[in-house]
């Protein structure tokens, strides 16, 4: 099955993690674009639109709880959540703000990008299962 090219938006702080990630995202031909900031992730979302907005829990100017809570009304697009923390407090948080996947990392990018995929086909329209029978 083939998912058709979606257009990400990763908002990460950290160089080490998402280089990788969107490394891996765009091997699997999806369009990533990367920002380490939460005020300039917001001016890409009013400029352009995503199918997945990844945001990580520290940002460089904000933490992630934060960037999701600010820009919940301005982005219409799914919002996956990356954290170090992993509490249950954060958790029922970020499901309040309306995120529809939490990760716990560490998590390599192969693994992210297997969750990213089923989210994609998860959220296929009218998806119809080709199957034939053997023999």
């Known amino acids: 099955m083939n998912v ?22 765009n091997r ?9 900031h939460g005020e300039e992730a917001k001016k890409c979302i009013q400029r352009e639109d995503f199918d997945l907005v ?27 959540y990356l954290s170090a923390k992993g509490s249950v407090e954060e958790f029922v948080q970020v499901v309040n703000l309306g995120a529809f996947e939490y990760v716990r990392k560490p998590i390599s990018p192969v693994q992210f990008a297997v969750i990213v995929c089923d989210f ?10 080709e199957t034939k029978a053997c023999g």
């Open 4 to 25: 058709s090219p979606k257009n990400i938006l990763l908002i990460d702080g950290n160089k080490k993690e998402r280089l990788p990630i969107a490394m891996m995202l």
């Open 28 to 36: 699997f031909g999806h369009q990533v674009r990367m920002t380490t």
């Open 54 to 80: 990844i945001v990580n829990d520290e940002l460089a100017d904000m933490t992630g709880l934060h960037f999701i809570g600010q820009n919940k009304r301005d982005c219409n697009a799914k919002v996956l």
């Open 120 to 129: 994609f086909i998860e959220n296929l329209k009218g998806y119809q299962l």
